[in-house]
């Protein structure tokens, strides 16, 4: 990797949870999980075997979970199917985590 490139790829790394977007963030949540997680502050999962974000925001720190949703995460309930997200998508979604986090 070039010095640019590198140098490129660590002020992006840098940049703060809060230039991120959590709506878009949300949005994502919504269009792809809200099936079966709760997405929102208060309401219930409708699948029994999938936590609401907002536990999951407070359980973990959503930045520990960037590498898991690169990879395609493969664990957590069982009719959970396999996403693939954009470095952009991951940003925003550890955004939208990060607000839940914090009600």
Not at 42 to 63: D, G, L, N, T, W
């Amino acid at each position: 990797m070039s010095r640019t490139a590198l140098l490129l790829v660590l002020s992006l790394l840098a940049l703060p949870v809060e230039a991120r977007d959590a709506n878009k963030g949300q949005r994502l949540a919504k269009t792809l999980c809200s099936r079966c997680h709760a997405i929102g502050p208060v309401s219930s999962s409708p699948h029994p075997q999938a936590p609401p974000f907002r536990v999951i925001a407070r359980r973990y720190k959503p930045e520990n979970l960037e590498e898991a949703l690169a990879e395609g995460i493969v664990v957590g309930h069982r009719d959970m199917p396999e996403f693939e997200f954009t470095a952009g998508d991951i940003d925003d979604f550890i955004a939208y985590l990060n607000r839940l986090r914090r009600r």
